[in-house]
C-alpha cells in the first residue's frame, strides 16, 4: 500500500538553485550532519544516498518520522520549542554540520535556538539554514491588495510564527554570536510564486514600485555560519 505523501516531502534537484539543493551543497560530502527538523526526509535522503552524510535527525511529526528513519543513523523525536531539546544529544559526537533547513520561522525563540546550536558543532563545523524572506515583491503586492493569505507551504506557511527581511536575518545570527560566511539568494518573479494571481492583479506601476529594492525577488535565503570568533570572514 502507498504511503501518503507528507506535506513537507519534494523530490530535490541538486543541479538547481533551489534551497535545498543550496543546503545540499553548503553542507557537501561525508560529513556528520545533525539536520533540526528533518521532516519526512527530503533533503535527509539526498545527503544519506548522494552525499555519503551519516545524519542524526530531530523532528516532532512522528508520520515525518517513520518517512525519515531509512535516511538517518538515529532519529529523535523533539519540540524545538522545548528549551530542553539538545539534551537528547547528550553523549553523542559532535557534528561537522547542524542543519536547520526551513525551521527557524516555525520557532518561537530562533535566536535561541541559534545559540543552542553552537555547542552541537565541532570545533572546525559550521551551521547551515535557510529561512524565507519576507520582503518579496509579491508579499508586498499581496499587503496592498489587502489578501495576507496563509496557505499549506511556501512564504506564509500558515504554521509559520516568525518573518524576516534580510537586516533581521544579519541580525538574528549576530546577536546569536554567529556571523555569516556564505549567502545563496533564491530568487523567483512574483509570478513564479504561490501568489501570482495576486501581483497579477496589480496595476504595472504599482508593480514597477513594488520591483524598486534590490532583493525584490529573494524568496529564500541560504547561509553557512560559524562561531563569531572564527577567523572565517564574514559576508553579511
Known amino acids: 500500500m502507498q504511503t501518503k505523501r507528507h506535506n513537507y516531502e519534494y523530490a530535490v534537484d541538486t543541479a538547481s538553485q533551489t534551497a535545498p539543493a543550496n543546503v545540499v551543497r553548503l553542507i557537501g560530502t561525508n560529513k556528520r550532519v545533525l539536520e533540526i527538523g528533518c521532516g519526512p526526509g527530503s533533503i535527509t535522503k539526498i545527503l544519506s544516498e548522494q552525499n555519503g552524510c551519516i545524519v542524526t535527525g530531530l523532528e516532532l511529526d512522528p508520520i515525518a518520522i517513520e518517512k525519515v528513519k531509512p535516511f538517518c543513523e538515529v532519529v529523535k523525536q523533539a519540540d524545538l520549542n522545548s528549551p530542553d531539546w539538545p539534551r537528547l544529544l547528550d553523549g553523542i559526537e559532535k557534528f561537522d554540520v547542524v542543519l536547520a533547513a526551513d525551521v527557524l520561522e516555525h520557532l518561537y525563540d530562533p ?95 504599482v508593480q514597477d514600485v513594488l520591483m524598486t529594492p534590490k532583493h525584490a525577488n529573494v524568496y529564500q535565503v541560504v547561509i553557512k555560519a560559524v562561531p563569531i570568533n572564527r577567523i572565517d570572514s564574514a559576508v553579511m
Open 111 to 205: 535566536q535561541k535556538s541559534l545559540q543552542q546550536m553552537i555547542p552541537l558543532m565541532k570545533d572546525n563545523g559550521c551551521i547551515v539554514i535557510s529561512l524565507p524572506h519576507i520582503g518579496h515583491a509579491a508579499i508586498l503586492s499581496c499587503l496592498i491588495s489587502g489578501n495576507f493569505k496563509y496557505g499549506d507551504w511556501g512564504l506564509l506557511d500558515r504554521t509559520h510564527i516568525r518573518f524576516f527581511c534580510l537586516q533581521n536575518i544579519e541580525n538574528l545570527f549576530t546577536q546569536a554570536n554567529l556571523k555569516i560566511i556564505e549567502a545563496k539568494f533564491v530568487t523567483k518573479t512574483p509570478s513564479e510564486t504561490e501568489f501570482a494571481e495576486v501581483w497579477a492583479s496589480m496595476p504595472h506601476a
